[in-house]
Structures are given as structure tokens and as C-alpha cells.
């Protein structure tokens, strides 16, 4: 991270690097947990676990072991000059962050707090270089006095959204994803202790053994201790920068102030910590050392916590009796407010006529911005930030490695294949439902002879079969399929693994309950139609079904990369699979199908089409049949299905294919959705913007009447006595 002007370098230069580091903190290690660490040294840090122990002591030196060009402690101090992001809206600039200065130190917890699209997000994302495509910056950012990249070893992005695997204990949790990022040097034991020292560090020791819970299995862990778990997970690695996305929304008071007591904990062990906040309980924001308050993008205030209400005051914008200073700066910066002020308006009710007695958002905090960057505050913390920046410090550079491909994907097949057996939603409902639906199919079915009329009842048997099963794994497995995406997607925000490796890992971990589906369910219908008695055929016909099943998977997976919600992932999924239905050569014969589109691409690229062909060839060929006109199978196979010189297992070998061609394509698409999600939400932003404008557009519009505003005088040149303030009534051709 380093110095802009102009403009800024694209987001993409600014993005985590894959290099690991790794760090016992809070532990009596004085050196990153490494390939290289002596075990003795390892042992040290802990116990109590299978001979081991765990202690939590204060770390000294977080940063031990980086390589640095000086001396000193090895802390993360970042400091921010002039701050400016723009992003482009429909090819026009729009300035988000303005002229924002400030700094982060060790030991204290930096609170960026505004309203709704005051900028908060995008000053953290900034902070942590994780800007849109869309959006460049403009100012200076240094690390420990220097212009350097953040990498993953360093600093841990912990986003608001807990997205956890619902039927793992936290125990559990925790200690996979040691196993996941830690180094192969490191011993099972030693990975055990690490993961035990971190849910003791985040206060989850008594929960240790509860299942995480989800939407699925209510029960499980409340909001506050997902939360600390998720923070916990990062914290396996050790870094000395964590930044957090309003680490408190959606909690009840007692499980934010919690959650701001362990953080309170991180931070006095030597982390520099920098969270957003919306509006915080009284108790919670007693625990911010420093605050950054944000209207409008705009800087009002950058300093001790404690001191922004009494700074409120001296503007001219005092605290009311029985608001807590959040809720005040809410009510103050919030232009929601202004819309209550005019709706307060037309009805005069009197006991909200407090809210008149308010100027617009947009004056209040050009008014408060202007107060304070001519405050004693703006000087001392200018003062500060120019004195941290000149210290050189430790050059956090990364040098560890994490764990390889092989070990990571036998981990994240025994997580995925540890959550699907456990969760009896995920496949035994649909093997249950499956055998069901062939029960009834076979009973509809049930002995089909060789005659005439029964030629075409048996393609619809193998048609029904088969629909029935792929059908069953869209409506059943859609919400997990989307569950495990942003699973992915989440894990991949601080890289846990590759997506290679959870491409591989999912699809291993699948493989026996697939295979358990396609064995019971071909054992329930195969014989009660009738279908061919040959052992050949019935293998075939498990293995056409279980390739089927695998392919659908790849199709939904895909799917569920594209959605943007599970009720989306169904609606598409059914969409994708109908059309392959209908191309699929039961209902028109393949060479009847319009060739454009229908044929070519739709229905050659169809793994229903291979399928449904490899199963009539495997039940009709080298068959005879009674009273037909044709009795020879490979004449009735090209008469009934349109298919010349056939060959099943050609058909099948095609649909393996295909399931591993959709697996491929799910793997692209999830780095190039990692390209362009950036792009994602600088659209979704977009189009939030577009509305707040044209909001803003429609109170510019209104017919303006009767505003208040505060007047007092100053004190000694730089306060306001609030005593004598007072609010006068003026309207628009008064002069103030």
C-alpha cells in the first residue's frame, strides 16, 4: 500500500497475496509458527491438550519473526493522509471518501462509525485494499511507516455475514481449518492446541462441543457466538491487522458487548484492530478507543472516543438529555432524519417537534466537518499521524507456506463428506423421497411384456426413472448446493484453499452417497417393470444413473455460483433442466429436433440426451420382442429413439464427460467471479445509489418552508457555549 495521486492502482494489485505467515498470538511463542519452528519451541506455547497445554498470555511482540529493516517492536501501526475514493456511476465520478487522515495503532480498536452510505465500508475496504473495479483512490497509506502491500500472513478481513457448516461443533470448526492453512510441520497434536488456544482466546470454550446450527438445525450457537467464531477462524493465522465489516449488526446488546470485550482482548495483546460501527449500544462504544465519524463521506471528527460528544457540544450540536452519544451522532449525520422532519412537519405533532428543530444532513455536516478541522483535536491527531508515519517499522513480509493441495483436499473431502452424512436433509432425505418415487414408479410400470404397446411404455419408464432422480436432486439439494458456494466464496474473501480444491473435495466427498442413491434406487425399479434380467444390463443401468446424478450436481453447483439467492438457485435450476428435458430426445426424436439451437448446441451438449439414449440402447439391444412389426432390438432402438450403429457405453463414457466438463466450468467460473465480483457490487451499489439520489432529488424538489437552525456564540474562539444556545425560527428570506 503506498502513495496515489492521480490515479489510483486498480483493485486487483491491492488484493491479499496468497502468502501465508503464521504466528502464535496470544502464546509464549516469540517466532511464526513455521515448517522451521523447533517442536520443543511448539510444545511451549501450550497443553492440556493430549499432553500439551494452553495458556493466553500477553504478546510482547506480535510481529516476531517478519523480516524488518529496523528495530524495535514488531507492531502493525498504519496511518491514512487525505484519503479520496471516487467510483464511477454510469461513467460520471462520484467522490464516496473525502479527505479522510487518520491512524491505527497497536493495542487499540479504530471505530469507523456513520450512517447508511456515509462511506464507512468503503473507507475500511480502502484501509484493507479491497476496493471495487469500479472505485480508485486518491492519499497516502503507510504500514509501519512504510509503502507496503498488505498479504495474508499480516491481516485478516472478517466480513458481517457468518457462513459456517451448520452440523460441524466449533471444536470441530476450528480445528479443520488448522488443518486446512497451518503447515504439513506441524504435528496434529500441536494443530489441536492451536485451534484450542483460539476458541479459548474468542470465549468459546463452553460451546466448544455444540453444533455450529444453521437455517436447517435451529438448534446450535446464538448470533453473538457465530459471530466469535467466524472471527476466530481468522484468527488461526495469526495477523497483526484485523479489520472487521460492523462486527456487532444484527446482536442484542449482550452479545455485541461481549464480542467487543474479546476484540478489547485482541487489541491489548498487540493487534491493531479497525471495525466499522452503524450505531453501537452505549457499553459497546465505551470499548472504541479511537473513532472516525463519517457523514456523507466527509471526515466530522477523528480522535478519542470519549471526546466526540463532548466535541459534538463545542459545535453547536449538543447531546439531548436521555441519548446516548451513538444515537446522537446517528440522529445528527443520518439524512433519514430529514425525511422524519418533514413528515413531522405536515402533521405537527408536538411531542416529536425536537426533530424540527434540525438543518439538513447536508449543512450539518459541511458545519461540523469545517468546526473540526479547525479544532485543538484536528491538530494534536495531525500531530500524531505525522509522528507515527516517521517511525520506521517492521516490514511485514510473509514467510511462511501453507498446507499442500493433497493435504488440504483430504480435509475438505472429510469436512464435506463429516456434513453430509451428519445432515439428514443433504442426501438421506433424498434418498428416502427417492425410493419412494421408485416404489411408485415401479408399481405404475409393473409387468411390462414384449408386445407392441409395451415397447413405448418401457422408453417412458426409463424416461420417468431417470427425471424422477434428477429432479429430486434439484429440488432437494438447491439450498445446500448454495449453502457450499458461499461457503467457498466466503473462505476464499482470506484464501483458506483453492477452488480447485474445493471443486475436487466436493465432488469426492459426494461420490459414496451418489453412488448409495443410484445402487438402492436401481435395486427398488429395475425388476418390477420387468426391464431386461441380466446382470450387465442392471449394472448399467446403476452406473447411467449415478453419472446422471453426478452430472446434475456439476449443473447445480454452477448455478449456484450465477444466483444470488437459494430461492434463485431453484428457479434457474429447474429452468436449465427443463430445457434439457424437453431436447432431450423423448418427446421428438433427435433428427426431428429444429437443428438451430435445438439440436446444436441444447441437445448435443445435454447430459440428458446421452443418457436417456445409453439406457434404451441397454434395454432393447440384442432383444427380441413379440408381435411387433420389428422384432430384432436394434431395429425397434432406431425406430423408437432415431439412433443408428448405437453404443451405451459411448453414451456413458459422454455423460462422465460432462460431469467432469461442468465441473471445469464451475472451477473458471469461480476464479472469474472472484475477478468480477468487484464489478458485482459496484453495480448493486450503483443501483443503491441511484435510488438515494433520486430520493435526494425529491427533497430538493419540495416546496421548502420554515427551518430551524442552532445559533450560539463562541467561547474563547474555540467552543460553542452550550448553555446559551438557543433556535431560531427563520424563514427563507431571513438573513442568518
Not at 492521480?6 to 494489485?13: Q, T
Not at 511482540?61 to 471516487?86: E, H, I, Y
Not at 411408485?440 to 410400470?445: A, E, N, Q, V
Request: proline share 4%; with cysteine; net charge positive.
Amino acid at each position: 500500500m503506498g502513495d496515489q495521486s492521480g490515479h489510483a492502482s486498480s483493485p486487483g494489485e491491492m488484493r491479499p497475496l496468497r502468502d501465508f505467515q503464521y504466528q502464535m498470538s496470544p502464546s509464549p511463542l516469540s517466532s511464526p509458527v513455521t515448517d522451521q519452528t523447533p517442536k520443543d519451541l511448539r510444545r511451549s506455547a501450550s497443553t492440556g491438550l493430549s499432553g500439551l497445554s494452553i495458556t493466553s498470555t500477553s504478546l510482547s511482540s506480535p510481529l516476531d519473526g517478519s523480516r524488518s529493516s529496523t528495530s524495535g517492536p514488531r507492531t502493525a501501526t498504519l496511518t491514512f493522509k487525505d484519503l479520496k475514493v471516487t467510483v464511477q456511476v454510469r461513467g460520471a465520478p462520484r467522490v464516496v471518501i473525502d479527505s479522510v487522515s487518520g491512524y491505527a495503532e497497536p493495542t487499540k480498536i479504530l471505530g469507523i462509525m456513520g450512517p447508511r452510505e456515509s462511506g464507512k465500508t468503503s473507507l475500511l475496504d480502502t484501509l484493507a485494499g479491497r476496493l471495487t473495479k469500479n472505485a480508485v483512490y486518491e492519499g497516502e497509506i503507510l504500514l509501519n511507516g512504510r509503502r507496503q502491500q498488505l498479504t495474508y500472513g499480516t491481516a485478516a478481513y472478517v466480513s458481517n455475514d457468518d457462513v459456517l457448516v451448520g452440523t460441524l461443533t466449533v471444536r470441530e470448526t476450528v480445528y479443520l481449518s488448522a488443518l486446512l492453512r497451518l503447515p504439513e510441520g506441524i504435528t496434529h497434536q500441536e494443530k489441536m492446541a492451536f485451534a484450542e488456544c483460539t476458541i479459548e482466546e474468542m470465549g468459546l470454550r463452553e460451546c466448544a462441543a455444540v453444533r455450529v446450527g444453521s437455517t436447517f438445525h435451529r438448534s446450535g450457537l446464538n448470533d453473538g457466538e457465530k459471530r466469535r467464531l467466524s472471527i476466530a477462524l481468522e484468527l488461526l493465522m495469526r495477523p497483526h491487522l484485523v479489520y472487521l465489516d460492523d462486527p456487532i449488526s444484527g446482536l442484542d446488546s449482550a452479545s455485541a458487548l461481549c464480542l467487543m470485550a474479546r476484540l478489547k482482548c485482541l487489541a491489548k495483546d498487540g493487534r491493531t484492530i479497525i471495525a466499522t460501527f452503524r450505531q453501537p449500544s452505549t457499553d459497546s462504544f465505551e470499548l472504541i478507543d479511537d473513532l472516525i465519524l463519517l457523514g456523507k463521506g466527509r471526515m466530522v471528527y477523528f480522535g478519542e472516543a470519549s471526546s466526540a460528544k463532548e466535541q459534538f457540544a463545542r459545535s453547536g450540536y449538543p447531546c439531548p438529555q436521555g441519548y446516548s452519544a451513538p444515537e446522537h451522532f446517528q440522529r445528527t449525520l443520518d439524512p433519514a432524519y430529514d425525511e422524519v422532519k418533514a413528515s413531522l412537519s405536515s402533521v405537527q405533532d408536538p411531542e416529536k417537534k425536537e426533530l424540527l428543530f434540525r438543518e439538513e444532513t447536508s449543512q450539518v455536516v459541511r458545519a461540523l466537518a469545517s468546526f473540526y478541522a479547525n479544532s485543538p483535536i484536528s491538530t494534536r491527531a495531525s500531530l500524531r499521524r505525522c509522528e507515527l508515519a516517521k517511525k520506521k517499522g517492521a516490514v511485514l513480509v510473509s514467510n511462511g507456506r501453507s498446507a499442500n493441495f493433497w493435504h488440504q483436499l483430504l480435509i475438505l473431502s472429510y469436512r464435506s463428506l463429516l456434513n453430509c452424512t451428519r445432515d439428514l436433509c443433504y442426501y438421506w432425505s433424498r434418498l428416502g423421497v427417492s425410493i419412494l418415487l421408485m416404489i411408485l414408479i415401479g408399481t405404475i410400470f409393473s409387468g411390462l411384456g414384449d408386445s407392441n404397446s409395451n415397447i413405448r411404455a418401457r422408453v417412458s419408464c426409463l424416461f420417468v426413472v431417470l427425471e424422477s432422480l434428477m429432479l429430486v436432486a434439484v429440488l432437494g439439494g438447491s439450498p445446500f448446493f448454495y449453502q457450499d458456494v458461499k461457503l467457498l466464496l466466503r473462505e476464499r474473501l482470506n484464501p483458506h484453499y483453492g477452488a480447485a480444491t474445493f471443486v475436487v473435495g466436493s465432488t469426492l466427498a459426494s461420490l459414496p452417497f451418489l453412488l448409495v442413491m443410484s445402487t438402492v434406487s436401481g435395486c427398488v425399479v429395475y425388476f418390477m417393470p420387468g426391464l431386461k434380467t441380466a446382470f450387465e444390463p442392471f449394472i448399467y443401468f446403476v452406473l447411467c444413473i449415478f453419472a446422471t446424478l453426478l452430472s446434475v450436481e456439476g449443473v447445480m453447483m454452477i448455478v449456484s455460483v450465477l444466483a444470488s439467492s437459494g430461492y434463485m438457485v431453484l428457479t434457474l435450476g429447474l429452468c436449465v433442466q427443463g430445457v434439457n428435458i424437453l431436447v432431450a430426445g423423448f418427446f421428438m426424436l433427435l433428427d426431428d429436433l429444429p437443428k438451430t439451437l435445438w439440436r446444436y448446441p441444447l441437445s448435443f451438449l445435454s447430459f440428458h440426451t446421452y443418457a436417456l439414449r445409453g439406457l434404451v440402447v441397454n434395454e432393447f439391444q440384442h432383444s427380441t420382442f413379440s408381435n411387433t412389426e420389428t422384432s430384432n432390438g436394434e431395429a425397434l432402438i432406431s425406430r423408437v429413439y432415431g439412433t443408428k450403429d448405437p453404443s451405451k457405453w459411448t453414451d456413458f463414457a459422454v455423460v462422465m464427460c460432462l460431469a467432469i466438463v461442468y465441473r471445469f466450468v464451475l472451477y473458471c467460473l469461480i476464479l472469474l467471479y472472484e475477478r468480477l465480483e468487484p464489478l458485482i457490487v459496484a453495480v448493486k451499489s450503483q443501483h443503491q445509489q441511484k435510488k438515494a439520489s433520486s430520493r435526494n432529488l425529491l427533497e430538493q424538489n419540495r416546496r421548502p418552508g420554515d427551518s430551524f437552525i442552532p445559533q450560539a456564540r463562541s467561547v474563547n474562539g474555540h467552543g460553542i457555549d452550550s448553555s446559551e444556545q438557543r433556535f431560531v425560527e427563520t424563514s427563507k428570506d431571513d438573513t442568518v
